[in-house]
């Protein structure tokens, strides 16, 4: 019994819509010819699959979108959710027009070809039309938002805000006075409960309001978080006006009692505490330290078993304002030193200003007892005046240590009668009658002059 065996021959013709001549005509592009009829088979049929797969995903965002026209954002939205890349260059929001060819004669099997049809531009039209002129390249410029304090007037600065009349109505009075009320509540408002809660206690804890009697423990407690405690700058303010108005309120009382005296060396300790503080941001309202500090240091009549070590506290406040902050502000120092060497020099001041006036340069440095000691005859105008005479000799010792064994000049030798000449002239007889005893001492003070 014989058998015949079939011959199976791979059928050249696709069932689907998408034809394997299509995909031929795609290799031929890529240039890979010669594509055998069973891949191209194959990859017609996986292109179909796919794009039912497309259209079936698409078809679902027009149905969720109440629609019954399939647009090319849903066919968007199906890519991505097919984890596709999205077609560049279609949007629903620009429709693209497309044209029939006309039929080539030469080719009347070929079905009808459509194409996307250029717009045309008019030349002279665009001729006519006004050029567009390109914005300029992002550009970098530099202005100053403050100079000593004050805001320039240019354009790159927001307007100043005008000042009220003076000579306003009474109206214009109570809605001052209403604007400000208003002001003070919203500031009140910008603290939250526990700064305010914080405040009150540590005012009470550092100055007890009233007859009370201030608990050394908690008072120190008090200033080593003023000391060290991050988070108080919204508080800053609130403290440096309290501190000012108590200086105000201490000096301008007059009393001679211990317990001013107290009060005043407590408010210096919390100015020393704030600028020890490395977290707060004291430069803008340095304005408001440097008067109560500069109060303290020269007023006239302090508590006397307090004086000494006031205007000491004082003055080493001051040197720490001038390390600190004289490389932002270059004529802070100045500035200080103009006043103090007002207040040494000045006829009409009283002893304690003028002591003041030398415990401030001391604790500036030895370049501020140069110009007020010598160089402005600080030491030659006070004399023998009793109660500064012994700040003198300290001033006299910052610019240069007297020896542990002195030896007088010899005024037989010209240059020692030099010297002692030079003392008088410098600083006048009393002071040079005490450096004549010791010679290094009073070549070191001549030496800075």
């Known amino acids: 019994m014989s058998t015949k065996q079939k011959s199976t021959k791979p059928s050249t013709s696709s069932t689907g819509l998408y034809k394997a001549d299509s995909v031929k005509d795609a290799a031929d592009s890529l240039g890979i010819t010669n594509l055998p ?38 066919i968007d939205r199906a890519l991505r959710v ?85 000579s306003m109505t009474a109206s214009g009075a109570l809605a001052s006075d209403k604007r400000a009320g208003q002001q003070a509540a919203l500031v009140k408002q910008v603290l939250s409960r526990e700064l305010q809660l914080y405040y009150a206690r540590l005012t009470a804890s550092i100055l007890p309001s009233g007859s009370g009697t201030a608990d050394p423990t908690k008072r120190t407690a008090a200033l080593a978080s003023l000391r060290h405690d991050a988070g108080l700058q919204p508080l800053l303010p609130y403290l440096v006006r309290w501190v000012g108005e108590g200086v105000v309120n201490v000096l301008h009382d007059g009393a001679q009692d211990d317990a001013s005296g107290r009060t005043l060396e407590v408010l210096l300790d919390v100015i020393s505490a704030l600028l020890e503080n490395a977290t707060l941001f004291v430069e803008p309202y340095l304005h408001q330290i440097l008067p109560p500090v500069l109060s303290v240091l020269l007023h006239s009549s302090l508590p006397p078993m307090h004086s000494t070590h006031l205007r000491t506290s004082a003055a080493s406040a001051l040197a720490r304002i001038l390390t600190q902050h004289s490389a932002t502000y270059p004529s802070l120092a100045p500035r200080i030193m103009k006043t103090l060497l007002l207040a040494l020099l000045a006829s009409e001041r009283g002893p304690g200003t003028r002591l003041g006036a030398l415990r401030g340069l001391i604790g500036v440095g030895k370049e501020a007892v140069r110009k007020g000691i010598l160089d402005a005859g600080g030491a030659k105008a ?9 700040a003198v000799f300290e001033a006299l010792a910052v610019l240069h240590p007297p020896s542990e064994h002195p030896v007088p000049l010899d005024f037989g030798n010209p240059e020692d009668a030099q010297i002692a000449e030079r003392l008088r002239d410098v600083l006048g007889d009393f002071f040079a009658e005490r450096l004549v005893s010791d010679a290094v001492w009073a070549r070191g003070v001549l030496a800075e002059s």
């Open 382 to 390: 006070l004399g023998a005046e009793p109660g500064v005479a012994g």
């Open 82 to 166: 097919l984890n596709i890349e999205p077609l560049y260059g279609h949007s629903a929001y620009t429709n693209t027009v497309f044209r029939r060819a006309l039929p080539y004669p030469q080719m009347a099997t070929v079905g009808p070809v459509y194409f996307v049809e250029d717009e045309e531009v008019d030349f002279e039209r665009v001729l006519r039309e006004e050029k567009l002129v390109l914005p300029p390249s992002v550009r970098w410029t530099a202005h100053w938002l403050a100079v000593e304090g004050v805001q320039p007037l240019i354009p790159e600065n927001p307007p100043a805000v005008p000042r009220d009349d003076p």
């Open 37 to 74: 009829e069973q891949v191209a088979s194959a990859l017609a049929s996986d292109v179909e699959y796919r794009i039912h797969q497309v259209i079936e995903e698409a078809s679902r965002f027009m149905r969720h979108a109440r629609r019954t026209t399939l647009t090319t954002a849903d």
